[in-house]
């Protein structure tokens, strides 16, 4: 079950998507982290196991990770 959830916190408030739980070797991580960016328009990072989307469309990331297979939720506020 992937958590997904909203962080501003260190970006000026600026905020990004935070997507947890994903459990894969590195290259399929970034692969996922890839489709996810390009299926959604935005940029994006791969760090310390957890995707950062830029933005805040988790309505967007949630369909584009439910079509890849994942079962998601939205976590926090």
Same mark, same amino acid.
């Given at each position: 079950? +992937?958590?997904?959830? /909203?962080? $501003? #916190? =260190? /970006?000026? &408030?600026? =905020?990004?998507?935070?997507?947890? &739980? +994903?459990?894969?070797? *590195?290259?399929? %991580? #970034? /692969? $996922? *982290?890839? $489709?996810? #960016?390009?299926?959604? &328009? $935005?940029?994006?990072?791969?760090?310390?196991?957890?995707?950062?989307?830029?933005?805040?469309?988790?309505?967007?990331?949630? *369909?584009? +990770?439910?079509?890849?297979?994942? /079962?998601?939720? %939205? *976590?926090? =506020?």
């Amino acid at each position: 079950m +992937l958590r997904i959830s /909203r962080q $501003t #916190k =260190g /970006r000026k &408030g600026k =905020g990004v998507i935070i997507i947890e &739980g +994903l459990e894969q070797p *590195a290259d399929e %991580f #970034k /692969r $996922t *982290a890839q $489709t996810i #960016k390009k299926k959604c &328009g $935005t940029g994006g990072a791969v760090k310390d196991d957890v995707i950062e989307i830029q933005g805040d469309d988790r309505e967007r990331v949630k *369909a584009v +990770l439910e079509s890849l297979g994942y /079962r998601c939720k %939205f *976590a926090g =506020g």
